[in-house]
């Protein structure tokens, strides 16, 4: 299975919910990552998870929460956000590091709108 | 910013024609890898070249490296419809984190 899932494909949210955005690979990588993409840019990582442990936040705000239950999923708890907020929003996964070579398996994505 | 630079920003050829799209990065690289994107999908990693590498070959794909001029290329001959997507190149931050870095990408448009 080289598969990367992300649930919602859809989300519409207000300034005041609570969401969550989650992902989920069986290829066996203990390194997962969230990226945000706005239109006609390139992702930009956000957080980095390496053997379940947090090894990158890319100064994220504190309104994007990261969580990585087990070695398969990873999920981005999501509160207050705005507007600006707004974007794809990509899970990946990979082995960890060796010998410089990280290819990353991309999910489809969650479109995020914050109303 | 360490973000690297393609050019062009959009392209659009006829189907058959070979597109090309380069990258050039600003840091010394272990290796640098080719994404392609769909719109409003995930990305798909298409080929990695390494450092000690010149050029690489992938089905219609052909990669080229020159790291002293830290830039690099991406053809793809024969174009098809399908090819039609957002192409990035991404180069690893260091060996001792998974980082990469996106260039800013290449939009092809491929006309039947």
């Known amino acids: 299975d080289t598969e990367v899932t992300q649930t919602p494909k859809h989300l519409v949210m207000g300034m005041t919910n609570k969401k969550s955005l989650k992902c989920e690979q069986h290829?066996?990588?203990?390194?997962m990552y969230w990226y945000k993409q706005k239109a006609k840019k390139p992702p930009e990582l956000m957080f980095v998870y390496s053997y379940e442990k947090l090894s990158i936040n890319e100064s994220v705000p504190s309104r994007f929460s990261p969580e990585c239950p087990n070695s398969s999923l990873l999920n981005l708890h999501l509160h207050a956000l705005q507007p600006e907020d707004s974007a794809l929003y990509l899970c990946a996964s990979s082995h960890v590091t060796k010998r410089g070579i990280n290819t990353q398996y991309f999910g489809p994505g969650t479109r995020l709108t914050v109303l | 910013s360490q973000q690297g630079e393609e050019d062009p920003q959009a392209l659009s050829i006829q189907e058959g024609e070979n597109a090309t799209m380069n990258c050039s990065y600003k840091?010394?690289?272990?290796?640098l890898q080719w994404y392609r994107q769909n719109s409003g999908r995930g990305l798909v990693h298409l080929i990695l070249?390494?450092?000690?590498?010149r050029e690489k070959h992938s089905g219609r794909l052909r990669v080229t490296l020159d790291t002293s001029k830290k830039s690099s290329s991406l053809l793809i001959t024969a174009s098809r419809a399908a090819d039609t997507a957002s192409y990035f190149c991404?180069?690893?931050?260091?060996?001792?984190?998974?980082?990469?870095?996106f260039g800013t990408g290449t939009l092809l448009a491929v006309q039947p």
């Open positions: 991404a180069t690893d931050a260091s060996s001792a984190t998974n980082k990469l870095i």
């Open positions: 070249i390494r450092s000690n590498e």
């Open positions: 290829m066996g990588h203990r390194a």
């Open positions: 840091t010394s690289i272990n290796n």
